[in-house]
């Protein structure tokens, strides 16, 4: 039983007023975020649903609300999978607290103010250039005067999209960029001011204010870097020491009701890569350009690279004009000045006889191949020199932080009420932060809630200490309620941690940033190591597949397909079921009852060639629904009708990419960089890495329901045409991402509910609903830019600037759009399949063309009748009061038309009119709702004729000329009182209060007391002011209904105009518990049952499984394990859990070693060892222990038949049979004739070998002797 309402027409009448009807130096912009913002938009993003496969779990603390204003408090959890390198936010690991809101800028390709000259370089001018154009940046704004002589302008890497800002908060969901208003003087780097107007891509009609960008010197300095926190040859002392960020001072948005949202506390974010570079931009000849001031700019950010900007901006403030209300949100503003590091590293692979390289333009010395600057030149040692770096600083990047400025909310305020949250455990998963433990509700004054938040940590594999070693662990949270002085259980969480997941950073990551435990890690930087050993992933190449041609998975293995060439690296990026660990598996609720969840990986399709891959992280298998009578299992399915999986994948990460390639030879002729990270932003599709075209929602003895979403061939992203001008160029193209830079953005289109289909337990449809959207593209942003690239060797394209080109430097020109579109819902058709007949209808909307608001629902019935609602908005009836302030998605005129019979009728016509004057206390609220008769005549059905100054109705009149009057107390929250027959002039007069004061009311004793009512006391005295109150009204036919609250409970005390009293009683957990008649006796009683009282129906059982081997295998082979495995819900108990889970086990004890006999595998005892085809006269002998996962092997090269092998990193070949690796690889050292030698195995069955230490003469023969188990995961 919920608690009391008030009155239903005051609800409605307050409803009414108060709402309405590329390379690592410019990384991922989440990377940047802090843990807490991070969550906030994972979640946030979209909402949950099956197209991704999560669950939808909120955890309600407590909503706000106060005039138009509503601020859910929840937890929620992203039931993705957990990521190795996420930090914790401030509630624990996957969860996420709700509370405000804020505003994060996702960076596109350069930063929008980027301005960088580079040096003098050949050509035949040997002219200066700017290397860098930002979107807001011109070319005149290097120089004081304008001047751009002796400056080459061809060869700017130019901004290829304006940086996207997306905005969360209550009741706004917005995607935005910025346009220049006014530019300032942009050269003056430290102090120019530059205002930008909004431009919104999502056609919501919401509205920005101007923003300013200026020196935000009111928030606390940066930390900088020195020069030994840097591993760097090249590097100012003291870079950013004391600075403040050049950034968005505050950005202000209206939506559509006219609720202003301001965004002013920024996150801020400082950051450097580890290879600075030492370039200085040049002192030329006087053209303005050369001011001194851009050089000390550029030699302050250690030649650009160093960064200080905003990462986000918090919500400070909503603001409701309509009722004068506001909520403030504050926080508590802190610094991080301890330095963390994101891994960039880099190595070179070559296949094979593919050309020779080192690095860049210094290392290649072949004239007939293209080549690409995706790697710095560097030194191979032993060459001394100082200029290129050193091949160590190169492939060992990383990109510094510091946080200098982070916040963590602390209090929402409102008219009544304030939210706490209290932080009083210093973390240990993280450094500089603490963990949510408090959250304290008070209204007027008196405490109502506490949620108490319990933590303890997921600890890592490796049994550290360090802060990378822990994640913390949301375990439960308390409540304390308004009666109460103990705490008792609220939430209680349970997670699948059965395999602990390594420490962050860790390498071990499938190609999406989750665990898959292929056991190697990087090793700890020696500069005295050279060349210091790479650690890289295994890749696949095949040739002009695009963005797929370097990809962490092979095509599949076909006769009619050519097979992928293995990039050998260290490791594998293969997903495996390592992913699902550290989900959360179970919720208690307050009741007791529990949600229970299993998980599976995710899986898309990627075209024919390569088949179904599996990764991406966790999609929900089943769920068991315990409310304590009953169980609800519910599983579901991921499978086009074809048994395919129906998941896709919007982008795949970038780890390579072509550094070089000889179109002279016909194989092997491509080298490679490769990357331990992924280098690109990674698009999402509506939250999530996958998603699902079609799911099937499956519940234990009620059928299933098909889900149909959108994500055909019309809704992939939209690369427009390009010209590769040369084979270099093309190759480019056709290899790599290089083109896919900035794509047109289809995801508006992706994951829309096309159609649900109902089918009973028989598999007969029961229902079918359609659903049919409509695009529009409201403008259409064209994007012409250009990228550049060092390109050492091979034909470059100069164009037409032969006169005025830079060498080796190859432009690529492209084009695209940015577009702000809609894609709305049109129709709706519906069929419910009947034993005789069918019955059907069809639901259409028509939008504005303008604002995304229906102006027309029509719903043509079964029957033949078509009922259509028509709506006008504040632009269509020229109410510039509130277009001016945004309220927009308001009706203000609604028709009722319905045909029958080809003949239609105007059923109901009503127009609400809206004022602001003195009576509305000068805010835009609703004065009238005016009637449409038959004959077009027009009658006032209701006038509301008063308002204080919080938008709270005063005085309404109804048709009958009979006038009402409410009383607001509680702080102008809630009304104390209603007297009926009376205006509110006459009633204040009664009082000798100002009859024309709308405020007058606020000196009335009720008022004053009911704002003081704090506790039983308090109360029997507001009772006793109401009761002179009601005493002094002798008005004539007047009714008097008087009221008094708890606050965000309900109502405790209701006097009828009888003088008949009704009283509420509620019980410690603030639920509706007595009512009392006037006498104290008892008219109505609730009882409340928790889920161990009642008896439960339904148990159903949990996963079982069990290894057997077969036991029929012949000599010379042993059996394989064979997993045999019972589902979860297969079956169903009415006794208990542990009687249906015994179930599942006598099936595996009578039916497992039968299946593992006629479904398991026998394998060779010995092992085949198969030589590389380059290497001669091996001798192997291979053999796996009977009955064990243990190998053994002897491998014999002769050294004498094989000159000129390079013995510091070589293949000698595969090993097959069950001897080949499981884990993603092993590295183990084995030592003979005085040589040790480090020897990598992968799960393709390769073996590499590498000396590590003693010589190999021309006449030795090397014989290798180790063992391993085929599960071994060492990293020596």
């Not at 090249?234 to 609720?259: A, C, R």
């Not at 370097?550 to 050519?562: D, E, G, M, N, T």
């Not at 000196?1003 to 009772?1023: C, G, H, M, P, Y």
């Not at 085809?1173 to 001798?1179: A, D, P, Q, R, Y």
Request: hydrophobic fraction near 30%; include cysteine.
């Amino acid at each position: 039983m919920k608690r009391i309402p008030l009155l239903i027409f005051i609800l409605s009448t307050a409803k009414l007023l108060s709402q309405n009807d590329q390379n690592y130096l410019n990384p991922n912009s989440q990377l940047l975020l802090s843990p807490d913002v991070s969550a906030f938009q994972r979640y946030n993003l979209t909402d949950i649903n099956l197209y991704n496969g999560k669950i939808d779990l909120s955890i309600p603390l407590y909503e706000i609300k106060t005039g138009g204003i509503d601020i859910p408090i929840t937890l929620t959890y992203n039931s993705g999978g957990i990521r190795v390198d996420n930090i914790s936010s401030s509630v624990g690991m996957g969860w996420n607290l709700n509370a405000g809101g804020n505003i994060i800028r996702q960076m596109k390709d350069l930063d929008d103010h980027d301005l960088t000259l580079g040096p003098g370089l050949p050509g035949p001018t040997n002219k200066p250039y700017i290397s860098k154009k930002g979107w807001f940046m011109e070319f005149t704004d290097i120089s004081s005067v304008g001047n751009t002589n002796g400056l080459n302008l061809s060869y700017s890497k130019t901004d290829a999209s304006p940086d996207l800002f997306t905005a969360f908060a209550p009741g706004l969901k917005s995607n935005f960029y910025l346009s220049y208003l006014d530019r300032g003087t942009p050269n003056n780097y430290h102090t120019n001011v530059s205002t930008y107007n909004i431009n919104f891509l999502d056609g919501s009609g919401a509205k920005g204010l101007p923003v300013t960008r200026k020196p935000l010197i009111n928030n606390l300095p940066a930390f900088g870097f020195s020069a030994g926190e840097v591993l760097s040859t090249y590097f100012p002392s003291n870079v950013g020491y004391g600075g403040f960020p050049m950034d968005y001072e505050k950005f202000e948005l209206i939506n559509t009701q006219g609720i202003k949202y301001h965004f002013k506390s920024p996150d801020i974010i400082e950051t450097i890569p580890s290879f600075a570079s030492s370039t200085i931009p040049l002192i030329v000849t006087p053209g303005g350009y050369s001011q001194q001031t851009y050089v000390n700019y550029q030699q302050a950010k250690a030649g650009g690279q160093y960064s200080i900007k905003n990462s986000a901006w918090h919500l400070d403030k909503i603001e409701d004009p309509a009722t004068n209300r506001n909520v403030i949100f504050n926080y508590q503003k802190y610094a991080k000045p301890d330095k963390k590091m994101v891994r960039g590293n880099i190595n070179t692979v070559k296949l094979e006889d593919a050309m020779p390289f080192l690095g860049g333009a210094y290392n290649y010395s072949r004239t007939n191949m293209c080549s690409y600057g995706l790697i710095a030149d560097y030194i191979p040692y032993p060459v001394s020199n100082e200029n290129p770096p050193d091949e160590c600083l190169v492939k060992n990047q990383f990109l510094y932080t510091k946080a200098p400025q982070t916040n963590r909310i602390s209090s929402i305020e409102w008219d009544n009420g304030k939210v706490d949250f209290f932080y009083d455990l210093t973390r240990e998963d993280e450094l500089n932060e603490k963990a949510l433990t408090k959250i304290e509700v008070t209204i007027n004054n008196k405490k109502l809630k506490t949620f108490i938040f319990n933590y303890t940590y997921f600890n890592s594999k490796e049994n550290c200490s360090e802060w990378q070693c822990k994640r913390l662990k949301l375990e439960n949270i308390d409540i304390i309620n308004s009666g109460e002085t103990q705490s008792k259980r609220y939430y209680t969480f349970e997670y699948d941690y059965s395999v602990p997941l390594p420490k962050v950073n860790s390498l071990q990551q499938d190609f999406l940033g989750f665990y898959n435990n292929h056991g190697v890690e990087l090793e700890p930087i020696n500069m005295h190591i050279h060349p210091q050993i790479q650690k890289s992933p295994n890749l696949y190449y095949r040739r002009d597949a695009g963005k797929l041609a370097i990809a962490p998975f092979p095509v599949l293995s076909s006769p009619f397909i050519v097979p992928s060439m293995l990039i050998p690296g260290d490791y594998s990026l293969g997903a495996n079921n390592y992913a699902l660990t550290g989900i959360l598996k179970k919720v208690i609720n307050p009741l007791g009852g529990f949600n229970e969840y299993e998980y599976e990986l995710n899986d898309f399709f990627e075209t024919d060639i390569f088949g179904t891959i599996q990764g991406g992280g966790a999609r929900i298998k089943s769920q068991i629904i315990n409310d304590g009578e009953k169980e609800r299992f519910i599983k579901y399915e991921y499978k086009l009708a074809n048994g395919r999986t129906s998941g896709k994948i919007t982008g795949i990460p970038v780890y390579g990419a072509a550094l070089a390639y000889d179109p002279k030879r016909d194989n092997n002729n491509v080298s490679f960089v490769v990357y331990t990270n992924n280098k690109e932003n990674i698009e999402l599709t509506n939250n999530g890495y996958i998603g699902y075209t079609r799911v099937i929602e499956r519940e234990e003895g009620r059928g299933f329901t098909e889900h149909l979403f959108s994500y055909g061939n019309n809704e992939e992203d939209v690369l427009l045409p390009h010209d590769p001008y040369n084979y270099c160029y093309n190759f480019l193209y056709n290899n790599s991402d290089f083109k896919y830079k900035h794509i047109i953005n289809n995801d508006i289109l992706r994951g829309k509910i096309l159609e649900k289909n109902e089918y009973n337990e028989l598999g007969n449809k029961v229902k079918q609903q359609k659903y049919s959207y409509t695009k529009t593209v409201l403008n259409d942003l064209p994007l012409s830019y250009q990228n550049t690239m060092f390109q050492p060797l091979g034909i470059v394209n100069y164009g037409s600037l032969n006169s005025n080109y830079i060498a080796n430097i190859a432009r690529h020109q492209f084009t695209s759009n940015l577009r702000s579109e809609r894609y709305l819902l049109t129709e709706i058709k519906e069929t419910n399949f009947l034993t005789v007949g069918n019955m059907e209808s069809t639901t259409n909307f028509l939008y504005d063309p303008i604002y995304p608001f229906i102006k027309t629902k029509t719903v043509n019935g079964s029957d033949s009748t078509i009922n259509q609602i028509s709506s006008l908005y504040a632009h269509d009836t020229g109410n510039q009061t509130m277009i001016t302030a945004n309220m927009l998605n308001i009706p203000l005129v609604i028709t009722n038309n319905l045909t029958k019979n080809s003949t239609t009728k105007e059923i109901s016509k009503v127009e609400k009119i809206f004022g602001k004057n003195q009576d509305t206390s000068n805010l835009i609220l609703p004065t009238s709702v005016i009637e449409y008769n038959k004959d077009s005549s027009q009658t006032t059905a209701i006038s509301y004729d008063k308002y204080d100054n919080k938008g709270n109705l005063l005085q309404y009149t109804t048709l009958n000329g009979v006038p009402t009057v409410y009383i607001w107390g509680y702080g102008q929250t809630l009304p104390i009182a209603k007297i009926e027959g009376v205006t509110y002039g006459q009633l204040m007069q009664k009082f000798n209060l100002n009859p024309n004061d709308n405020q007058a009311y606020l000196n009335l004793e009720i008022v004053q007391k009911s704002n003081v009512d704090l506790d039983a006391n308090s109360e029997a005295t507001l009772l006793n002011s109401l009761k002179s109150f009601r005493s002094a009204i002798d008005f004539q036919n007047h009714r008097t209904t008087t009221y008094t609250h708890n606050p965000s409970i309900g109502v405790t005390n209701m006097i009828l105009p009888n003088n008949s009293k009704e009283s509420f009683a509620y019980n410690n957990e603030d639920k509706l518990e007595k009512i009392f008649d006037n006498s104290g006796k008892i008219m109505k009683e609730y009882f409340y049952h928790r889920v161990p009282n009642r008896l439960q129906e339904k148990f159903y059982n949990r996963k079982q499984e069990q290894i057997f081997y077969k036991t029929d295998c012949p000599p010379g082979y042993t059996a394989d394990g064979y997993n045999y495995t019972v589902p979860a819900g297969k079956y169903v108990s009415s006794i208990s859990l542990v009687d249906a889970n015994q179930q599942a086990l006598n099936e595996i004890q009578m039916n497992g070693q039968n299946s593992a006999n006629a479904l398991g595998t026998c394998v060779y005892t010995s092992c085949p060892f198969t030589p590389q085809n380059t290497l001669h006269s091996i001798t192997s002998a291979v053999q796996k222990i009977i009955n064990t996962d243990n190998v053994q092997a002897t491998i014999n090269i002769p050294a004498f038949a094989n000159p000129g092998t390079d013995w510091s990193g070589v293949l000698i070949g595969g090993i097959g049979g069950s001897c080949k690796l499981q884990a993603s690889q092993n590295v183990l050292l084995t030592i003979e004739n005085g040589r040790t030698w480090r020897v990598l195995m992968i799960d393709s069955g390769l073996l590499f070998i590498q000396l590590v230490n003693g010589t190999v003469g021309s006449t030795d023969i090397i014989n290798l002797n180790f063992s391993y188990n085929v599960n071994d995961t060492n990293t020596p």
